[in-house]
């Protein structure tokens, strides 16, 4: 199974871009999409049923979305939010192994306080919608 996990705050513009993507992907035969607030250790057992994990979030600035394959590091103290790492890690911990995981990060300029994304933001959450589709197995 492959999940999708979309990261974000609704309130925030661009932040809210992961969120926006898991809004828009369409689930498929062995793919589910999350959209979620915060990374918390509630999300452990599901990532540790998956075979790929792919979290989508906002990064600070300009440039293309860039892809990151991410791997389960020192296990963080357990707290209300954990990174993505963090989450592999616990899951490692917990469940003796961890997914394949990559951390896709979508070039975020605006994180006023509203409701929508920026011409920019919105032009590369597409194309990355586009791509995940297609990677996984049909047509947005």
């Not at 509630?42 to 300009?62: M, P, S, T, Y």
């Not at 929508?116 to 197995?137: D, K, M, N, V, W």
Request: contains cysteine; proline residues 8%; hydrophobic residues 45%.
């Amino acid at each position: 199974m492959i999940l999708v996990i979309g990261i974000g705050h609704p309130l925030r513009r661009d932040d809210a871009v992961g969120l926006w993507i898991a809004q828009h992907l369409e689930e498929r035969e062995g793919v589910k999409v999350l959209g979620v607030q915060g990374l918390t250790p509630e999300l452990i057992a599901q990532v540790a049923g998956a075979d790929l994990v792919i979290f989508v979030d906002a990064r600070c600035g300009a440039g293309p979305v860039r892809w990151e394959r991410i791997k389960p590091g020192p296990t963080p103290p357990l707290s209300h939010t954990l990174t993505p790492q963090g989450l592999l890690s616990w899951t490692a911990r917990l469940f003796g192994t961890a997914p394949e995981a990559w951390l896709v990060t979508v070039p975020a300029r605006d994180f006023s306080v509203g409701e929508g994304l920026s011409p920019r933001t919105r032009l590369a959450a597409e194309a990355l919608l586009r791509r995940l589709a297609a990677y996984l197995g049909g047509e947005e």
